[in-house]
């Protein structure tokens, strides 16, 4: 019988987080992250604050507001049966992400995503706290003392500042943000708005300030089905083996390697083994390696690649924007392709519809529900009544007077409860109305469709209908 090595050291089956310091570089990739990253905070913290006059309504440019089942986008209001446009967004969002990357890969990721952009800044506060990589790593590798419990806390003091401000901002979305910024520093702000920004805090800190990398590559979905959607002429940050490697591999600079042509004749690639591009990967990884999981396509070991090759008075492009069908041929891929194509047709259509969802919203709702208990009464005077309830809901920042009339019924009177003798709906506004409705019996009926019209005795809104049943028996 064999015999089992019980002191054999089984192997990890968890490995620790090795921390990445990446190293900053300039460069038009970096200029364009820059770029959509001020665009983006600006839109973003300072949209609560944006002031908007409306008749009814807070005068706050974009505001969610739950109570009062409001969604205030400047001078367009979504009410809750306005809530497919939602959906409508939701459905263009996915076909334009589907299109993005179908032609560049994931620049979403890259460039627009909020894990990058709240990452790339956390980042940043560590530079200016910490230097640059180097100064961080060497920080990172000595023991606790004065300058490293300094520059630490320092820069998870200012991670978390920036942290509880993104939190606070967006509870300032489905708030007045004035009137919360007061309530909320001086402890009369309801507990829903504490816990949002305490949340949301916690989280930003942990995912932009400590998570990072680890979020893209084990928490996001979009970096587990991204493979899906490219083909061979997909566009993606990809490295050039064939000029990179040469026929012998990389090799670095020496005597008889310093130029093209000596390297050229030795059968070495043009890639010089710097590691720069690793040292500015925001996910520590080597694109040389080929496509891989954790890559965000930000393009930035495209500038770091760039820049050694314009110091050495090389061309640049050894990593660039590539799809794989070029880097095999060396022809460039055709953005007029079947899945380009319809994506675009299908990310069209999603925006036509979603527009004219927008500009179609009807001004003016009503429903008129029959009363079934009892279905109908029979009056003293012989005619049956029935009983109805009406609601309407004025979508409009202006009052509405209007005239109920109803078709289809023959000698029918009709009444409104609580002695009402018009319609008045109040700006952006709701109404109910208990409806009686009689008529003489008619022999040998026992129900009629009626149809109840509301006209707007102004004149500028068109005449809108319901319909109905009237019972005789």
Request: hydrophobic share 45%; net charge positive; charged share 20%.
């Amino acid at each position: 019988m064999s015999s089992v090595d019980l002191t054999e050291k089984e192997s990890e089956l968890y490995q620790a987080r090795e921390p990445i310091h990446p190293k900053s570089i300039k460069g038009r990739f970096r200029t364009f992250k820059t770029s959509m990253l001020v665009l983006a905070y600006a839109v973003f913290f300072l949209l609560p604050w944006v002031r908007w006059e409306r008749a009814v309504g807070p005068e706050q440019a974009v505001m969610f507001d739950i109570p009062s089942r409001r969604y205030y986008l400047f001078d367009l209001v979504i009410h809750p049966q306005d809530m497919f446009l939602l959906a409508g967004f939701l459905i263009l969002a996915a076909w334009l992400l589907f299109f993005v990357t179908g032609l560049v890969g994931r620049a979403f990721c890259g460039y627009f995503c909020f894990q990058t952009l709240w990452t790339d800044v956390f980042m940043k506060i560590e530079y200016w706290v910490q230097g640059d990589r180097n100064k961080r790593m060497k920080l990172e590798k000595q023991a606790w003392n004065a300058e490293k419990i300094w520059k630490k806390g320092l820069t998870v003091l200012l991670w978390t500042v920036i942290a509880f401000w993104t939190g606070f901002t967006f509870t300032s979305y489905w708030a007045d943000a004035p009137q919360l910024f007061v309530a909320f520093f001086t402890g009369s702000a309801v507990s829903a708005a504490y816990i949002t920004t305490g949340i949301l805090t916690a989280t930003t800190l942990v995912a932009a300030g400590f998570a990072r990398e680890q979020v893209c590559i084990y928490m996001c979905p979009y970096a587990r089905f991204q493979a899906v959607m490219f083909d061979k002429e997909s566009l993606l940050v990809s490295y050039d083996v064939n000029r990179g490697e040469g026929s012998i591999g990389r090799k670095p600079l020496q005597k008889g390697l310093m130029t093209l042509d000596e390297r050229h004749a030795a059968g070495t690639g043009d890639c010089i083994d710097c590691k720069l591009c690793v040292q500015v990967c925001p996910t520590g990884i080597d694109i040389r390696d080929g496509l891989q999981l954790a890559c965000i396509s930000c393009g930035l070991c495209i500038d770091a690649c760039n820049e050694i090759m314009h110091k050495r008075g090389w061309p640049e492009g050894l990593i660039r924007y590539a799809s794989e069908k070029e880097l095999e041929t060396g022809v460039k891929p055709s953005l007029f392709k079947f899945r380009t194509i319809g994506y675009g047709i299908a990310t069209l259509l999603a925006t036509g519809l979603l527009l004219y969802g927008i500009f179609n919203m009807k001004p003016v709702d009503f429903s008129v529900e029959q009363i079934r208990q009892p279905l109908f009464v029979v009056m003293s005077d012989g005619t049956v009544q029935n009983n109805y309830q009406l609601k309407i809901n004025n979508k409009q920042q202006v009052p509405l007077e209007l005239e109920l009339k109803l078709q289809g019924l023959n000698n029918a009177h009709v009444s409104i409860g609580g002695n009402y003798t018009t319609l008045s709906i109040p700006a952006d506004g709701t109404r109910n109305y208990l409806l009686h409705v009689r008529a003489p019996r008619e022999a040998g009926v026992s129900r009629q469709i009626i149809r109840f019209e509301l006209k707007d005795k102004s004149g500028k809104l068109p005449v809108i209908q319901q319909e109905s049943s009237f019972n005789f028996r």
